[in-house]
């Protein structure tokens, strides 16, 4: 069963910290993706990627890096968490060079709560 | 940013009942997906339309290209408690084709 795995669901961390927010996928796919979750907004784009070590910024990038140092792994960072960063983190992956795929297959999600 | 904005923002309904909801958008698309959300997950995709005016089933769901190509409709019909979710309309949008997801609407089926 393929999959893009999130490694936690749910995190809660101090305003100020590093966080990390990992994600791993096992189909061999180019394109990675990470978006956040709220309420009233669906889904915004944060950062994505084509390829190894390249990365672009989505919609809402300010606050959050990216880095793609393997194919399979896409890690979001979040240099010094906020509270308005508290919010549900979606992965996604999909095949083909310029993202014309667009069967993404999404994580489980991770829940982050910065206090 | 674009935005794609779906309505209703919730439902809540009774079991055996139809649902429509819509999402239109102020710029063409030339691909118009929907995703459904089960509690917990990530979003999965139901169906994919290419062409306006478009129509497309998936066992009880049916889901319309619109001729505008500004908007897209998603029908279920005969609605059951595994129903229950966040859909969301998606399209790809500008240079890199990148997925734009719309705001979400929750249905919630009473048995």
């Known amino acids: 069963d393929v999959k893009v795995t999130q490694s936690s669901r749910y995190l809660v961390k101090r305003t100020g910290e590093k966080v990390f927010l990992e994600c791993v996928q096992d189909m061999d796919h180019e394109n990675m993706f990470w978006y956040r979750q709220d309420p009233g907004l669906g889904l915004r784009l944060i950062y994505f990627?084509?390829?190894?070590?390249?990365?672009e910024k989505g919609d809402i990038p300010e606050g959050y890096s990216v880095s793609r140092e393997k194919k399979e792994r896409f890690s979001l960072i979040l240099e010094s968490a906020s509270t308005n960063q508290t919010s549900m983190y979606l992965c996604a992956s999909s095949p083909g060079g310029q993202g014309r795929n667009y069967g993404y297959t999404f994580g489980s999600g991770t829940r982050l709560t910065v206090v | 940013g674009q935005q794609l904005n779906q309505s209703p923002q919730s439902m809540f309904i009774q079991e055996g009942e139809d649902v429509s909801m819509n999402c239109t958008s102020s710029s063409i698309f030339n691909t118009w997906l929907w995703y459904k959300q089960d509690p917990g997950e990530g979003p999965v995709l139901l169906i994919a339309?290419?062409?306006?005016?478009e129509l497309t089933s998936n066992g009880r769901l049916t889901a319309q290209f619109g001729i505008t190509r500004k908007d897209s409709f998603l029908n279920i019909s005969a609605s059951i408690p595994s129903d229950v979710g966040i859909y969301f309309c998606?399209?790809?949008?500008?240079?890199?084709?990148?997925?734009?997801f719309g705001t979400g609407t929750l249905l919630a089926v009473q048995p």
């Open positions: 998606a399209g790809p949008h500008g240079a890199t084709n990148k997925l734009i």
């Open positions: 339309l290419y062409k306006a005016g």
């Open positions: 990627s084509y390829d190894v070590k390249m990365k």
